[in-house]
């Protein structure tokens, strides 16, 4: 198993916080949000880590190598990152994973360890980590399942009322899904009109030739996104410096 971090975006709606300092890199309750995640990705036994990289990207490259000498790590550059979504920079891990079982991390999620222990306990080969507890709006992924705990639908664009809850951006994809999901990632990013898409989108289409994908209720568990500074103070007092 492996695991991919998504860090290539600029971290726009949080400055001034991120001109000097990739998001992935603020302080969190004494730790810098990828210190709390690679220390997770380490306890639970996963120790190959492909980093998706743009903006500020030897910033993060140096913070990894120093601090995370035992990790066996691989970079990856979006060269594109000002212009282009999570869907292009995943499409990028493709020739690092190969045939490998892998989790995906959006790098400014700060989480619960046990949210991570779930995930890989998790019997379902492919699985998205869904809050049920929380109140959903236009920018969070909301997700709609059916039979249990099946996912139908995983977007933006769905109607807060028809989901069960928001994927926390943390996921687990199979051998042979991680193959399909590659596939369709590029044939997506041929059309530069979908180079803002979210890589949600590849899992939409995916759900849509009945490829399975199921949702993992983490609800209660400690977790937050940080997208904006007010997301950040919130991630502070969740975090204390003593979890």
């Not at 140096?62 to 990790?71: A, R, S």
């Amino acid at each position: 198993m492996k695991a991919i971090i998504l860090a290539a975006g600029v971290g726009s709606r949080i400055r001034p916080l991120t001109d000097s300092c990739p998001k992935s890199l603020l302080k969190v309750g004494g730790k810098t949000i990828l210190e709390m995640m690679l220390s997770h990705i380490q306890d639970c036994g996963i120790n190959d880590v492909i980093f998706v990289l743009g903006y500020r990207q030897d910033q993060i490259k140096e913070y990894v190598i120093t601090n995370f000498p035992d990790l066996k790590t691989q970079f990856v550059t979006n060269e594109r990152y000002a212009e282009t979504n999570t869907g292009f920079s995943l499409m990028l891990a493709k020739d690092l994973i190969k045939e490998s079982v892998f989790i995906k991390f959006d790098a400014d999620v700060v989480f619960d360890k046990e949210i991570l222990k779930k995930l890989i306990e998790c019997e379902s080969p492919n699985c998205l980590c869904i809050d049920k507890n929380i109140d959903l709006d236009a920018e969070e992924i909301k997700v709609v399942v059916e039979d249990g705990n099946r996912v139908v639908k995983a977007s933006k664009t769905v109607k807060p009322s028809e989901a069960v809850g928001e994927s926390i951006g943390i996921e687990k994809i199979s051998r042979e899904t991680a193959q399909l999901l590659f596939a369709e990632l590029e044939t997506m990013m041929e059309d530069e009109r979908n180079h803002q898409e979210y890589y949600e989108g590849a899992y939409e289409r995916l759900i849509q030739t009945n490829v399975p994908f199921y949702a993992l209720d983490i609800t209660g568990l400690k977790w937050t996104e940080i997208d904006t500074k007010e997301d950040f103070d919130a991630a502070k007092k969740i975090f204390s410096e003593e979890t």
